[in-house]
């Protein structure tokens, strides 16, 4: 990690800049991100489960940060071009981490896969994801 | 469409169990249904977009109230069990909506295609997404 | 179509630059391509239907030929980047049709919905895809 | 693995019911199963690449192998419901490899996630994929 990209700049960048987003970002490695969310009851559909959207939200939040460390910077406007989504299991419970891991970076997209569970539940993986971020051309 | 299943009653479905949601059904028909959501200042992305995992969120509702009329009956427990999302172009504006067609039913599942436009637009989609929605299994 | 933009000048082109595909060109529209196979005794899976890899290469190849459509010229070097796909029934018959329709063109990409289903049985969809091609950079 | 599942009696029952294909089991393990494919001229794209439909029937068959694994059982009935891939970077070379790794097994799916590579170069993915089996329904 450069001392530009680090886990308090990134949720800087997310506070000032996107702060709808309850998305945060919780650890950054070498080809990954990691990203957590407080559930609220706004998130919660019929059942009790955690949304699927909810839990989209935060596999793309995690791939935005994801592109970031496969830039080696900050580039907000690093924007998804697709994501696909498979929900696996129900996810009750309050906190949701998701961590992305790099499948390739190029000029043109970073490609990475994510898996979302529920907080102390690492083993129950509750979505597995992938997707494409684009990044920006330069001239 | 059944009696049992009009907008008004997928809409009252939606306001009891799933109250954190703002997507609202606007339109039923044969093989389709249509969604509208009207955007908040927590949705808007860097570079005044409306998010992608509004957009999203947005495509997963239609595609519910796609498998009630596939299914010809209000089901809260079909559950999202894939989707993917394409992002084709900016949205900007206050209102979305989103189409959801029908591909097939069975025993299942429920597949459609939906098609994300800011209001007013309609030529313009700015998201197109495919999915499945898994039915409860009877016994 | 412009003169250059046949059905003929991509078969021609595919036969001579990909002769292993038995895709061929069958249809070009404003907005769509349409792709057809004969199926041999190679793609059939077990219980006798045509293998779902063998859906796919059609599909891919009808995005493929809508890329054309969407650049107005035969650009051999647009790529598959990201494709996903759906069964929807079992699909049993000799010739597999799959039409191809443009959701949007930018210039890194062209995104496409896809239908495919066997000749003579329009109205049973036996495969849905969506999916990207990269357009190849000019400097 | 139990006796039954074997990487023998998987190419076993794959030459048998399913002659047309060049794909075969190299490997079964806890969790996860990896499939091979030697490259013929009829797989190679302009620009001498493998073709992004060889490599998707790749992951597909690496996934149905997973899904015995994920059984417990040869389940030549289990068939593909989605599947999505992204291709990576260019694949050339003469034989692919494919590790499908399992996510989730339920009552009605297994979901897996593959990674395909060019023998000898497992450290430059070619495509990243990920995608449901369905599993008959007993009755």
Known sequence: MTDQ?????INEMVTEQFPGTGN???????GYAVAAYEVTPADI???GFVSGPCQFALADCA??????????????????????????????GDRVLCRADLEA?????????AHVW????PDKITA???????????H
């Open 5 to 9: 990209l680090s886990i308090e700049a």
């Open 24 to 30: 945060r970002c919780v650890e950054l490695g070498d």
């Open 45 to 47: 559909r019929p059942g």
């Open 63 to 92: 791939l935005w940060f994801l592109a970031f460390v496969a830039l080696e910077r900050i580039e907000p406007m690093a924007l998804t071009s697709e994501l696909s989504i498979r929900y696996l299991r129900p996810a009750v």
């Open 105 to 113: 970076v190029s000029r043109r997209s970073v490609v990475g896969t």
């Open 118 to 121: 529920i907080d102390g539940k």
């Open 128 to 138: 597995a994801a992938q997707g494409t971020y684009a990044i920006p051309l330069t």
